[in-house]
């Protein structure tokens, strides 16, 4: 593999990270809407808005979830 294509790959990985960056952070928080964070993201993310709005949701406060007894 030449340079070319390992900085080209290595770019892609980069901004597939940046691209699903609100549904890494929703995963990672752990967030009650994360499945629904991913779809959003991955159907809109492409429009600058539906990224700005997944991240928002994202990073939105996490409840808990009530404890079933």
């Known amino acids: 593999m ?3 294509a390992m900085t ?7 901004l ?9 952070v929703a995963s990672n928080r752990k967030h009650q809407n994360s ?4 779809t959003l993201n991955a159907l ?4 600058v808005i539906g990224w700005v709005i997944s991240m928002v949701w994202a990073m939105t406060v996490v409840t808990p979830q009530p404890k079933v007894q």
Request: charged content about 5%; overall charge negative.
């Open 44 to 47: 809109l993310g492409w429009t």
């Open 16 to 24: 597939l990270g940046l691209y699903f960056l609100p549904g890494i």
């Open 35 to 38: 499945a629904a964070i991913w």
């Open 8 to 14: 080209g790959f290595v770019a892609l990985i980069f």
């Open 2 to 4: 030449n340079d070319s």
